[in-house]
């Protein structure tokens, strides 16, 4: 198993920043990707972007080219996301989460924290 916590949501006015974190730990070698996701009430949870665990190549969202910044520290079994010029329409619930594939659709993610709130106003 492996178990994610994230940290670092909250209140944020529009343009400004957050940076989230995401501690995995337990069986972390079976690890290929770690995502990041989004959910906003009465929304379906969606991607935000996502980085290989070994080679830290990334891959966002449309929403968050430009603006978001993935990141990890493999000796600390960290990840982050940086997130910058950020709109109301970021205010979400945002889940880290684990796959032991490669990909951008939540069912391919098998492992996944209990989420953090950003509130963007305007």
């Known amino acids: 198993q492996v178990q994610l916590v994230e940290s670092g949501g909250g209140l944020v006015q529009a343009g400004g920043s957050l940076r989230l974190s995401c501690a995995a730990s337990?069986?972390?070698?079976?690890?290929?990707?770690m995502g990041w996701f989004r959910q906003a009430p009465g929304k379906e949870r969606e991607f935000v972007g996502a980085i290989i665990w070994s080679a830290g190549s990334t891959a966002y969202a449309d929403s968050a080219k430009g603006r978001f910044t993935i990141s990890r520290d493999n000796a600390e079994n960290m990840v982050y996301l940086q997130m910058n010029s950020l709109k109301p329409e970021d205010t979400a619930v945002y889940y880290c989460?684990?796959?032991?594939?490669?990909?951008?659709?939540?069912?391919?993610?098998?492992?996944w924290g209990q989420g953090t709130q950003v509130t963007v106003s305007s």
């Open positions: 989460a684990a796959a032991r594939t490669y990909g951008s659709r939540a069912d391919e993610y098998d492992y």
């Open positions: 337990g069986r972390t070698f079976r690890i290929l990707t």
